[in-house]
């Protein structure tokens, strides 16, 4: 079964960045949306970023200026390069591919930033 691969999570002070990766294990076809989310403790999974097939974008109003979802040249992978980060963007977050009958999850990769 095809698996997504998230890395780049990690720790970093407030003001800093890091950039997340997602790659799937395997070829998924008729992905409608590529995107991220997020879970901070106590808190419900929401959505960060996602872009679609044809490049269109949208984010959460948290992130909007500052973060920023890209598809990778390889197939099936993309990318979240995050910028400014606050301390209220701590969370795991968790890749998502959207295809129709059929959602694909990451096993999410911890952000921690530091005040």
């Known amino acids: 079964q095809v698996q997504l691969v998230e890395s780049g999570g990690g720790l970093v002070q407030a003001g800093g960045s890091l950039r997340l990766s997602c790659a799937a294990s395997?070829?998924?076809?008729?992905?409608?949306?590529m995107g991220w989310y997020r879970q901070a403790p106590g808190k419900q999974r929401e959505l960060v970023a996602r872009i679609t097939s044809i490049g269109d974008t949208a984010y959460a109003n948290s992130v909007k200026g500052r973060f920023t979802i890209a598809r990778g040249d390889a197939e099936n992978t993309v990318y979240l390069q995050m910028n400014s980060l606050k301390p209220e963007d701590t969370a795991v977050y968790y890749c998502?591919?959207?295809?129709?009958?059929?959602?694909?999850w990451g096993q999410g990769t911890q952000v921690t930033v530091s005040s």
């Open positions: 395997g070829r998924i076809s008729s992905i409608n949306f």
């Open positions: 998502n591919f959207d295809r129709p009958g059929m959602d694909y």
